[in-house]
């Protein structure tokens, strides 16, 4: 069986994108989550979600799991 879960997060800092390229803001989060949690990770941003069904799906079901 396979297990799927979804994490959405949207990242509101003074800093973000400015210490580097976005692809390599990007990139370099999806290897950070890797190593963090030690599975495969896929990144996506809500405007990829092109599919109106599973976008209206995964914004539904997003959740704050830390919030500053």
């Known amino acids: 069986m396979m297990m799927c879960s979804t994490v959405c997060f949207r990242p509101a800092c003074k800093t973000c994108g400015r210490r580097g390229s976005r692809f390599?803001?990007?990139f370099?989060?999806?290897e950070a989550l890797e190593q963090a949690t030690g599975?495969?990770?896929d990144l996506v941003t809500t405007d990829s979600l092109r599919n109106p069904y599973f976008r209206t799906s995964v914004l539904?079901?997003?959740e704050d799991l830390y919030v500053r």
Do not use: K
Request: charged share 25%; glycine share 8%.
């Open 24 to 26: 390599d803001d990007f």
């Open 28 to 30: 370099g989060l999806q």
């Open 39 to 41: 599975r495969s990770v």
């Open 60 to 62: 539904a079901t997003a």
